[in-house]
């Protein structure tokens, strides 16, 4: 006996069972759910290493490795994802019992994954809530080498007496004030919790949690300042680094193409990369936003415009950052690709360099280290999201009908997790993680969930899901990506990436064997969950090998017709 619900909108009703889980909430406006995926799609990634990669690996001639790499794998992924999410109404874990239960053990290892994301990245905004409070000063505290924290070494950068041994203030700032390394011996000795860091911490993981902890209604609101505040201030910095001197250089040294670099295999592979991390698709994210979508929702377009404005921001963060690193060569009278860093060292020595040598540096920096925090804030409440959905929905009357409480004890165990990367050698636990955490591991797992959904399933049964939702089947274009460029791209990366994985963490510090050890571990621990749980699904179906291996292969029938949602739609009937 069901009890009708009330109509949700644009002709969806939800009849639930009496008893049942709730009906499931959608987004109260579609900009919302955009906002959403556009939030975590672009984060710090998009201003600290496209702009560099881009420079690095030919200029303005990356851009055609870089746009072939969105068309023909970033795309088809993203789309695939959001379509996937929005037809079964559910996150990463329970997704698979109608696709192929063998390969449940990939949503557990999104999960892992996500849980590794959640220790390091709240950190590196940690790091920025740090310079942002820290800005508040008549004068930025990197600006000169008075400070307690300088060496003899500490040379400001219009010094004429520069020489090999000269460190910069803004360097010497990041790395013995804010993080104060010099008082661990790297990963042998961590050293203690510098307090100020974890209260840093501690407050990004209270945002995330008030952004997060209603679903989509709290994070519906959250985006419209998280993913449109980044852009104002981009805007605000592009005005301003385009009117400095020497910024000209700067953004020819960014576009000026170098064609020869084209026929090096590594400038595609780095493409191919920055694409894909780019993008996020394999996170559980894109299942989770998209599967609060209404079921007509013209995800094929959602796609299209989502991934390219994520593209055109890395492409805009370039002309901001290159603007300054134009400016800063000229004022120490240096060329462009000496002043130049990827990763952190670029938005927390670099920038911050230069904003110290503006007028009115301290408006430019708090208004930098704001972009940076609500770039990341969404990014991570989105990783969070995906992991929290798919437990949700897995088990609904024990947390989903809990979740506030859930999510507050879920926040609070990963910033446990997360705390001894506010240590004084957390930085080097930050960087390790960053490559051995979802690093590479997701490049693996998104190759199972390609391969599940687009060889297993099939692309004919998923193009017909397609079809009963927007009104249209996938052109051949798309199903040929799924069929066969996408997992060929997907694990091309991942095999480029294992045999180049010492120079994602090659440094200034050399990490001592076993740390390497512990970094392949955890590689280990989420890619594991795949092989493991399908032998634990296996072992737990009866009949013969054969008949076994076919049934676990094979989607599940939704349980018992008495107990599940039936959800009527104009286009057609989803059960």
């Known amino acids: 006996m069901s009890d009708l619900g009330e109509e949700d909108g644009e002709g969806e009703e939800i009849a639930v069972v009496a008893g049942g889980p709730p009906p499931r909430e959608t987004w109260a406006k579609k900009v919302e759910f955009l906002l959403a995926v556009i939030g975590f799609a672009v984060d710090l990634g998009n201003v600290w290493r496209f ?29 695939m994802e959001l379509a996937l999410g929005q037809f079964h109404r559910c996150g990463c874990l329970t997704i698979w019992k109608r696709i192929c239960p063998a ?20 950190t590196i905004i940690g790091w920025a809530v740090y310079y942002l409070f820290a800005s508040f000063t008549s004068e930025l505290p990197w600006t000169s080498c008075n400070n ?78 998280t993913a449109l505040a980044p ?46 991390f780019s993008l996020g698709p394999g996170f559980g994210t894109l299942l989770a936003l998209s599967s609060y979508n209404k079921f007509n929702n013209n995800c094929y377009r959602d796609a299209i415009i989502t991934s390219s404005i994520n593209c055109l921001t890395s492409f805009l963060a370039g002309f901001v950052i290159f603007s300054v690193l134009g400016y800063m060569a000229h004022v120490q009278r240096k060329s462009v690709a000496e002043v130049g860093l990827e990763g952190p060292g670029l938005v927390f020595i670099v920038y911050p360099e230069a904003i110290a040598m503006m007028t009115g540096s301290v408006f430019w920096s708090i208004i930098f280290f704001l972009m940076l925090i609500t770039l990341g804030l969404d990014s991570t409440f989105g990783g969070l999201e995906a992991m929290i959905t798919a437990l949700c929905d897995e088990y609904p009357r024990l947390l989903g009908r809990h979740r506030e409480i859930f999510v507050a004890l879920l926040l609070c165990a990963v910033y446990v997790c997360a705390l001894p990367t506010c240590t004084y050698g957390g930085v080097h636990l930050v960087n390790l993680l960053n490559v051995f955490g979802p690093g590479l591991a997701i490049l693996f797992i998104v190759f199972v969930e390609s391969a599940g959904v687009c060889w297993i399933y099939g692309v004919d049964r998923f193009s017909n899901d397609i079809k009963c939702m927007l009104g249209f089947r996938p052109g051949l274009f798309w199903r040929i990506c799924w069929s066969y460029i996408s997992p060929c791209f997907l694990l091309t990366i991942f095999i480029c990436s294992l045999l180049s994985y010492e120079d994602m963490i090659s440094g200034e510090y050399v990490y001592p064997n076993w740390s390497i050890g512990l970094g392949w571990a955890l590689t280990a621990s989420s890619i594991m969950c795949i092989p493991a749980y399908m032998i634990y699904k296996f072992y737990i179906t009866s009949g013969s090998f054969f008949k076994r291996l076919s049934i676990i292969m094979k989607p599940e029938e939704l349980a018992d017709t008495a107990t599940v949602i039936n959800i009527s739609y104009g286009t057609g009937t989803h059960v």
């Open 51 to 79: 702009p560099y990669i881009c420079y690095q690996n030919g200029g303005g001639a990356f851009l055609i490795p870089y746009t072939l790499m969105l068309i023909f794998g970033g795309l088809p992924l993203f789309y």
């Open 103 to 122: 390969l449940k053990g990939v949503g557990y290892a999104i999960c892992l994954m996500d849980v590794y994301m959640g220790m390091y990245y709240n």
């Open 148 to 225: 307690s924290w300088n060496t003899e070494f500490c040379t400001p950068v219009t010094s004429n007496n520069t020489n090999e041994t000269s460190v910069s203030p803004a360097k010497e700032f990041f790395e013995r004030s804010v993080l104060e390394v010099q008082r661990s011996d790297g990963m042998d000795r961590l050293g203690a919790i510098k307090s100020s860091l974890a209260v840093c911490v501690f407050a990004v993981f209270l945002l995330v949690y008030f952004s997060i902890w209603k679903g989509v209604r709290s994070a519906g609101k959250a985006v419209w300042v």
């Open 231 to 276: 852009y104002v201030v981009l805007f605000i910095l592009l005005a301003r680094g385009v009117s400095l001197p020497g910024a000209d250089e700067g953004i020819r040294y960014y576009l000026t193409p170098q064609w020869h670099k084209l026929s090096n295999s590594k400038v595609w592979i780095d493409a191919a990369s920055q694409i894909f």
